[in-house]
């Protein structure tokens, strides 16, 4: 009787492995054992510093115990959460500046009807990625009633809070709406940032579309910037509703 045996073509692909499917290993003197898959990625990791992954990525919270502000690297948070430490926010340090990004957002209109907000304002792209003045910009476009309501980007920002369980932390007036350039700084962390977004209780991770910024176009018009592919654009404020990510400072 003929063996038959399967080509590749005819054996079926699978996207999963589970526990009781193995990969078979042979060496060189055609001798073949089996591996889970478990045992495999283990030995692939081995040796590689996941740690490191993550560096320049931190989660903030201000401690319940004598509320002092600390950042604990991502893998090490789950054990202070689990103690009851309420985290305050993603901490990105890059290029000497340091952003914390809030655990949650909403999707808002930058303004009730077209205003001047105050804030750095240019046509200019190149000038507007280099925007780094979103807490000055915030504070100022909130002076205006057409945007300091929490329904409005800036008004939200300004309004937004993270504190411990004392009440002690970031609290309202502590947070803004990010620059064009900050948001460049959040676009360019994003994986890392929803990494340790992922392991604090309640927060939603960044998507890849657009958020407003602080920085403005013109009386009409302000900034925005894609999280998929880092096209900064400009839309009218009072007409378009988009993501709005509020962000703070470390040391508060």
Known sequence: MAKKTKTLAAVTTVSTVNTSQFIPLTDGNGNTTKVSLANLKASLLAGLDLDSINDGVFIMFHRNSDNYPLMVKPHKWTSYQNSGEIAEGVVVVEGGKILVVAPTEATLYWSSAAVSGGGKTTTDRLTALDDWTGKASTAAQITHSECNSESYAPGYCAAYERVNANG?????????????????????????????????????????????????????????????????????????????????????
């Open 168 to 252: 002690k932390g970031l609290t309202a007036g502590r947070w803004w709406l990010p620059s064009l350039g900050e948001l460049m700084m959040i676009y360019a962390n994003m994986r890392k940032i929803n990494y340790a977004l992922s392991l604090i209780n309640g927060a939603t991770p960044l998507a890849e579309t657009w958020y407003w910024s602080s920085t403005e176009y013109s009386a009409t018009n302000a900034w925005l910037l894609y999280l998929d592919d880092g096209f900064a654009g400009n839309l009218t404020k009072a007409t378009h509703q988009g993501r709005v990510r509020a962000v703070s400072a470390f040391l508060y």
